[in-house]
């Protein structure tokens, strides 16, 4: 028996009864669909009747407790709300007028992925990363909120929608849909009726967070908060940009469906077993990275080059990255070397290569350290013959080291290392102390290993992410100061890692890192557990 609820004296109002149905089945026995109206609270019970054998007297019926479910959107035409973007925060203002009980409310809310809710200032949700993985070009998943009617008292009040972008972008990915990149959709209800849905009414703009992704992880600049962005009368602080109305000038073609799976919770809190305190030698990198028969220059003004990391020129195409992509052409002909060889020592250094590999016209490359011979290693033009990757669209890149005067002792740049003891899916919370000066940029790298020879060239403690390929897990923070402690932790990405290498860059911390600076937290479905 499935009834409607009903407000607190009015009768209830049956909507199925299957009556009894004599089968063993205990799932499917109904099919409810043509009787349920959207956003509306259910309540059911169920009656048994069981045998101990074909030939045996009945047992007495039983009847259920009563239990509960509410519905989400059913259907496309119950949705009045329109996708909308414009920046990483879109707000609106409402007001809940004089006179009206509010019984009931639900907000319908959806994103490209990832996404925060706030109401009147205060975060409402149940997920600490509220968005669930999807094809995302052809299926959207949208949470349901239950408002308690004290939160919609009569007067004004303000939403404010924070979007991420999560997997919906993310490079190389088939889910990537580009015409609805940090996008979001949201429709509050009272009593079942729609009173405030997203349209090009909503305002949006920019905020603290600069980008985010999962594969690249999130950067968030505590100096752009706009405080108060979603309560009530907020103007924009001098300083930020003036915000616009949102944009409904694009199309999602995805369908929306209600999140079928518990939100993703914090389900643990892991403290560093260790942090390891590591000096770094200053250091001034540079790269150049280009298409084929493109010239790769890399200079180092009043200085030398110290140390070619490498040339990389084939396919998988060569990138300087976090993780440095080698080409599989340089790979055989050895051209690290010869670019080694030539370059270190110099103020610039250039590399130019093409391949063709047919009969008298061959591959070649000029390496042109400060003029367009080699000395002595190789002539002015190196020739591959054969050439090794013929046929293949190869890009080329060159990573270099410039060597810089050693800094006095006060001046020494140390980066921190926090292992906790497993590896483990979720972020950190990050807490800087009191007094931090504003602008003083965190670095948070995210890794499953610490660099070892023959992945690394030394063992150094530092952590390793060679084996992340194209994906660079690393958080940035950058404090706004004040006489308060600042908290961090990132809303819109997550990482697989065991360790984490803070580096400071651009201020200082009044005090150093400790176990509590770094907190690793555990992210995943809140599912029951299983016994």
């Not at 989400?72 to 879109?90: H, N, P």
């Not at 999807?134 to 004290?150: E, V």
């Not at 800087?432 to 670095?443: D, Q, V």
Request: with cysteine.
């Amino acid at each position: 028996v499935v009834a409607e609820a009903q407000p607190s004296g009015a009768p209830i109002k049956t909507v199925f009864d299957s009556g009894r149905v004599n089968s063993s089945r205990l799932e499917l026995v109904a099919d409810l669909r043509d009787d349920l109206r959207s956003d509306t609270l259910y309540i059911w019970t169920v009656h048994t009747w069981c045998s101990h054998g074909a030939h045996a007297d009945p047992l007495p019926p039983s009847l259920s407790d009563p239990a509960s479910f509410s519905t989400g959107l059913l259907r496309k035409s119950d949705w009045k709300a329109e996708w909308i973007r414009g920046g990483t925060q879109c707000r609106t203002e409402f007001e809940i007028p004089v006179g009206l009980p509010v019984q009931r409310a639900s907000i319908f809310v959806a994103a490209c992925q990832y996404h925060t809710l706030e109401l009147d200032g205060k975060g409402i949700g149940q997920g600490a990363l509220n968005g669930p993985w999807t094809s995302f070009y052809t299926n959207r998943s949208y949470s349901t909120l239950h408002l308690a009617p004290s939160m919609l008292t009569p007067g004004k009040h303000a939403l404010g929608l924070r979007i991420g972008q999560g997997f919906c972008t993310s490079k190389g990915q088939d889910m990537y849909d580009k015409d609805a990149e940090r996008s979001g959709i949201l429709q509050l209800q009272v009593d079942g009726l729609p009173i405030v849905w997203t349209n090009s009414e909503w305002s949006c703009g920019d905020g603290p967070i600069r980008s985010d992704s999962t594969y690249f992880g999130e950067e968030y600049d505590a100096r752009l908060e706009t405080p108060g962005w979603s309560q009530p009368n907020f103007y924009p602080p001098s300083g930020h940009a003036s915000w616009q109305p949102a944009s409904t000038n694009f199309s999602v073609v995805a369908q929306l469906n209600s999140e079928g799976m518990p939100p993703v919770r914090i389900v643990k809190e892991l403290a560093s077993r260790s942090v390891t305190k590591i000096s770094v030698a200053p250091e001034n990198a540079t790269c150049a990275t280009g298409a084929e028969t493109d010239e790769l220059k890399v200079e180092c003004p009043g200085n030398k080059i110290s140390a070619i990391d490498f040339f990389s020129w084939g396919t998988p195409l060569g990138s300087c990255s976090t993780q440095l992509r080698k080409g599989s052409c340089a790979t055989l002909v050895n051209l690290t070397e010869l670019v080694r060889s030539t370059c270190v020592g110099q103020e610039s250094c250039s590399v130019k290569c093409y391949g063709q590999g047919l009969p008298g016209n061959p591959g070649h490359c000029t390496i042109a350290p400060g003029g367009p011979l080699c000395p002595g290693f190789c002539t002015p033009t190196t020739v591959l013959n054969p050439d090794p990757c013929d046929g293949t669209a190869k890009n080329g890149a060159l990573d270099v080291t410039c060597a810089v005067p050693p800094p006095p002792p006060s001046a020494k740049v140390f980066k921190y290392v926090f292992d906790f003891g497993q590896e483990f899916a979720g972020v950190v919370r990050l807490t800087l102390p009191p007094n931090t000066p504003a602008g003083t940029r965190i670095t948070l790298k995210h890794a499953e290993a610490l660099a070892h020879p023959p992945l690394a060239p030394v063992k150094d403690g530092s952590v390793y992410m060679g084996n992340l390929f194209w994906a660079n897990p690393v958080d940035i923070y950058t404090a706004k100061g004040g006489a308060t402690p600042e908290v961090y932790q990132p809303s819109m990405t997550y990482h697989g890692f065991r360790f984490v290498e803070l580096s400071i860059s651009d201020g200082v911390l009044p005090s150093e890192p400790t176990i509590a600076t770094v907190v690793g937290l555990n992210l995943r479905t809140a599912a029951a557990e299983s016994a």
